[in-house]
Each structure stands twice: as C-alpha cells, then as structure tokens.
C-alpha cells in the first residue's frame, strides 16, 4: 500500500493557492474553493493509497478544476494563478488516467 505523495502534494498546492488568493486580494470565494477543491483531492489521494484503481473523486475535482481554471486563463490572459492551477490540473488528470491504464 504506496502513499499518494503526488495527490497529497496537489491538494496542498490547491489548497495554499486559496489561502493566497484569499490573502493577497481578501477573496472569500477563491479561500472556499481552494479549501474545497483541496480537500476533495486529498481525500482522493487517500482513496487512491488504498487501492490505485479508486480514482473517481481525484479526477472529478481535477478535471473540474482544470476546466474552470482554463476558462478562466482564457479570458484573462493571466499565468498566475488561473493558468498554473488549469496545467498542475490537467497533469493531474493525465497522471490519474495512466494510474487506470497501468
């Protein structure tokens, strides 16, 4: 039984990139859904260091994460932090399919 150290390490980055996003403008929006979408990959990572196979939670939360962070990257323009998170998110997605196919 391996640990998730990838999906924990996600989840922390989710969830810090929320607190910023929170500290630097005073957005209670973006604190709520980094703690969320952070918390959801986590239990996901736990899922997954049970058994390998369990990935519906993790690529849920990142799919859907890559999907409103890169609409959002979109319309902006910005790197930070709309289009680091939608690539961290889709990486994320693709290690988890390979997890599947392995």
């Not at 849920?60 to 959002?72: P, W, Y």
Request: proline share 1%.
């Amino acid at each position: 039984m391996a640990v998730d150290w990838i999906g924990f390490g996600y989840a922390a980055a989710i969830a810090l990139g929320g607190f910023m996003g929170y500290k630097r403008k005073g957005s209670v929006m973006s604190l709520m859904a980094g703690l969320v979408f952070g918390g959801l990959s986590a239990y996901g990572a736990y899922n997954i260091s049970n058994d390998s196979k369990d990935i519906k939670i993790s690529l849920m939360a990142a799919g859907l994460l890559s999907l409103v962070m890169g609409m959002r990257y979109k319309k902006s323009g910005k790197l930070m932090p709309a289009g680091l998170m939608s690539g961290l998110s889709l990486l994320m997605v693709f290690r988890l399919l390979l997890l599947v196919m392995v």
